[in-house]
């Protein structure tokens, strides 16, 4: 793996409440373990060497947990948002010079089984500034919001997803560094703004994925993780 790893762990969580009054969704227990240590030790073993936490509310309290990632077989620097929230889009730009050209983006409340080396040489061989995970969820677990046909991501639009749109970003993006040229330093602005630009200009890849994710964005969403992890401890 050659890629970094951009972790976006900056957001309020307002739906984990009151679980997040008084830690942030990254330090939520999950089956016996912080969430965000259960993301980095299956990082270290996808073979990433380096991840970049994007952190905001109440950060400070993830990095006495986590500290340099060596407890975990991985270099962790952080890039806090600062006063202001930046959202995903500006947490991304600020964190630009601990990235490098290209870099992997996976949400802080999200975990995904899938290979990254193969996401990662698909990214690499597609020639485009972004690509984007998908998975034929037809609304199962969210909205379906992106419009993947023959192989190709034809459309991603979060804000206005229409019917015909089965598939659902799956929560594990890369991009170059090159795509946030246009946004200013400090500027708060949605992800799902850029990957919408991209969709439509044909300049975002699309990698379809046949295993569902989990997440620990609601309440729900945290039983379900609770219970996969459950199952996975050995006997």
Request: with cysteine; hydrophobic share 40%; glycine share 12%.
């Amino acid at each position: 793996m050659t890629l970094s790893v951009a972790i976006l762990a900056g957001g309020l969580a307002t739906r984990l409440r009151p679980i997040t009054e008084t830690i942030p969704k990254a330090l939520v227990d999950v089956s016996g373990v912080p969430f965000i240590c259960r993301q980095l030790d299956y990082l270290r073993e996808q073979g990433v060497k380096r991840v970049v936490l994007c952190t905001g509310y109440l950060g400070e309290m993830i990095e006495n947990v986590v500290g340099d990632g060596s407890a975990f077989g991985v270099d962790v620097v952080y890039s806090p948002d600062g006063p202001t929230l930046l959202g995903t889009g500006g947490a991304v730009k600020q964190a630009l010079p601990l990235l490098g050209e290209g870099f992997f983006l996976l949400y802080g409340d999200s975990y995904l089984p899938i290979d990254f080396s193969r996401v990662e040489d698909a990214f690499l061989e597609s020639g485009k500034a972004g690509l984007m995970t998908v998975l034929n969820n037809g609304d199962k677990w969210d909205k379906s919001n992106v419009l993947f046909r023959d192989g190709r991501l034809v459309e991603y639009n979060k804000k206005s997803p229409r019917p015909e749109m089965r598939y659902i970003d799956y929560g594990l993006g890369v991009l170059k560094a090159s795509t946030f040229a246009n946004y200013k330093a400090g500027e708060i602005f949605d992800l799902a703004d850029l990957y919408h630009k991209l969709s439509v200009e044909d300049d975002l890849a699309g990698y379809e994925v046949h295993e569902r994710f989990y997440e620990i964005g609601s309440h729900s969403g945290l039983k379900e993780a609770e219970a996969y992890f459950h199952e996975r401890k050995p006997s």
